[in-house]
């Protein structure tokens, strides 16, 4: 398995209120704005999965398949020739300081490890800042 770690990130609100949106798949309707549409389209969501086109690889789906309040949801691929496992971590550190690290795990082969490693490094940075900076408290 190849891994992928963003950096720690600091999120200015409390645990629970992080953990309740980034648990429910449906408040992704709060980032929608901000994904790049030449990057993912069809992009559908309900509480516990979410699917989107990327090209040329085709529909990708996540499905939720763990949650530990206020700590941890975990993501695993659905779709793919492949499998890829997502962790959001949260660390509360005081009343509105939570740390927030997301990780991926693929299983890729050598070939496409090569020419994914790069753009997969910074989607998941750049993925992690987006999340530091959603208005948990207003959702």
């Known amino acids: 398995m190849t891994e992928f770690t963003s950096g720690v990130k ?3 609100h409390n645990d629970a209120d992080v953990f309740r949106v980034l648990s ?3 408040k992704l309707e709060l980032v929608k704005d901000k994904i790049p549409e030449d990057k ?3 992009f559908t969501f309900d509480q516990d999965s ?3 086109r990327v090209d040329p690889v085709g529909i990708v789906s996540f499905l939720v398949v763990e949650r530990e309040p206020n700590k941890l949801v ?3 691929s659905d779709r793919l020739p492949f499998d890829i496992f997502l ?3 949260l660390v509360s550190k ?3 300081d939570t740390r927030l690290r997301m990780t991926v795990k693929a299983d890729l082969n050598p070939f496409i490890r090569g020419m994914v490693e790069k753009p997969m490094k910074e989607a998941v940075e750049k ?3 987006v999340l530091a900076q959603l208005p948990y408290d207003q959702v």
Do not use: H, M, N, Y
Request: aromatic share 12%; charged share 40%; hydrophobic share 45%.
């Open 10 to 12: 600091t999120i200015l």
């Open 24 to 26: 429910d798949l449906r």
């Open 40 to 42: 993912l389209k069809d």
């Open 50 to 52: 979410v699917s989107f």
């Open 74 to 76: 975990k993501f695993r």
């Open 87 to 89: 962790w959001i971590q």
């Open 94 to 96: 005081a009343e509105k």
């Open 127 to 129: 993925i992690s800042e």
